[in-house]
């Protein structure tokens, strides 16, 4: 008779530290907000699907580009649109990247998305991108990030998505995934939310939008 208090104070441990848990990993968002408060107008270089310089009139509905390259970071990234293939805004994907060292242990869950073109995970996806060789590259990969933080621009919170639609139309005011697996919940990713324009944390398992990258490596970027 003597166990019984003993026990019940064990499963009320239990269930608080696992509701403090869930509570962390709900509320932690805004953890490394933007700092471009003070964004100028940046240049960018569009790019044709060959990767040639893009010489359209600039009207993506009547002339798209595919790709855009950043100077600030010569990193060259993905551009999204309205059809219904391989690169449409409207297709989410699970988190799952079963040969990263980052990953903690924790691979993350495939095919949890809704896609047309490939699986619906951020390994598929980034295989089917590779293999089609957008805009000449086959090196193309999950953002980290510190770089997907870089093309986050405030200028456009208002009404979000909080990033310059000259350079990249069709993003959804939203989440994006990045490939950093959250630390303490190994089971979770950092993504971008483009709707108010600062990191969160998020189960891995859950669908996501996701926007590729190539180029070197950013780990952090370089302070002005």
């Not at 242990?105 to 809704?114: S, T």
């Not at 510190?146 to 909080?162: C, K, M, V, Y």
């Not at 697996?181 to 859950?206: C, I, L, M, N």
Request: glycine share 6%; with cysteine.
């Amino acid at each position: 008779m003597q166990s019984q208090p003993h026990s019940l104070h064990n499963h009320i441990v239990l269930v608080f530290f696992t509701v403090c848990a869930m509570l962390a990993l709900t509320l932690l968002t805004s953890c490394s907000r933007s700092t471009n408060e003070e964004t100028t107008n940046v240049v960018m270089e569009r790019l044709n699907a060959d990767g040639t310089p893009y010489t359209g009139s600039g009207d993506f509905a009547k002339d798209p580009w595919f790709c855009v390259r950043d100077p600030r970071t010569e990193l060259v990234w993905e551009v999204k649109n309205s059809d219904p293939g391989l690169h449409s805004k409207e297709h989410t994907y699970s988190w799952y990247e079963p040969d990263l060292e980052g990953s903690e242990g924790e691979p993350g869950l495939p095919n949890a998305g809704v896609c047309r073109g490939s699986d619906c995970d951020t390994r598929a996806f980034t295989i089917a991108v590779n293999t089609e060789r957008l805009c000449g590259f086959d090196d193309w990969r999950v953002p980290g990030h510190a770089e997907i933080g870089s093309i986050n621009d405030l200028r456009f919170r208002d009404p979000p998505p909080t990033i310059d639609p000259a350079y990249f139309p069709n993003t959804q005011a939203a989440a994006y995934w990045t490939v950093s697996t959250y630390g303490f919940y190994p089971e979770s990713a950092w993504s971008w939310q483009f709707d108010f324009g600062h990191d969160r944390v998020d189960w891995k398992k859950e669908p996501k939008y996701l926007r590729l990258v190539r180029g070197e490596v950013i780990h952090r970027l370089k302070k002005k």
